[in-house]
């Protein structure tokens, strides 16, 4: 039971770096040297900085993208439903959007929503492994007629 979880968390938690290091990174930098040129700021970089910003934004996005895992796990073990899930789907949104505008540096939609949109659509795979891996309610047994 725990080399699936061990094996798919492992590849999504590297799929979220490398989602980040990729997409995420290129977009934000530039954002964020024109928001800091834009007033009277001038950038100034340290390695020492940049090297943390970096870490943490690529070790958010790794524990962004293990929202799946962790939420099969939890139906496994019948702490959540997927029932449950798509009930309070709204606020999962609001949440979600809410984490990532705390999460991202820059205050800038893209980045907010590079950041965002990966976290609803892996509550939705979250809700669809629910489906799947959730435990089932025992069926009721038919009443023997005397």
Do not use: H
């Not at 980045?111 to 309610?137: D, H, S």
């Amino acid at each position: 039971m725990v080399v699936p979880f061990l094996f798919f968390g492992t590849l999504l938690f590297y799929a979220g770096a490398a989602f980040c290091y990729w997409l995420v990174l290129p977009a934000a930098f530039p954002a964020m040297l024109t928001f800091a040129s834009a007033g009277t700021m001038t950038p100034m970089l340290s390695i020492s900085e940049q090297l943390s910003l970096v870490t943490a934004m690529l070790l958010g996005f790794g524990i962004v993208f293990e929202v799946p895992v962790i939420i099969g796990f939890l139906a496994m073990v019948g702490l959540v439903t997927a029932d449950w899930l798509a009930k309070y789907r709204r606020y999962a949104i609001i949440f979600n959007v809410t984490a990532a505008a705390i999460i991202t540096p820059t205050g800038d939609p893209l980045n907010l929503a590079m950041m965002a949109v990966p976290m609803i659509l892996f509550y939705e795979v979250g809700i669809i492994l629910a489906r799947f891996l959730g435990k089932k309610k025992p069926a009721d047994e038919p009443v023997a007629a005397a």
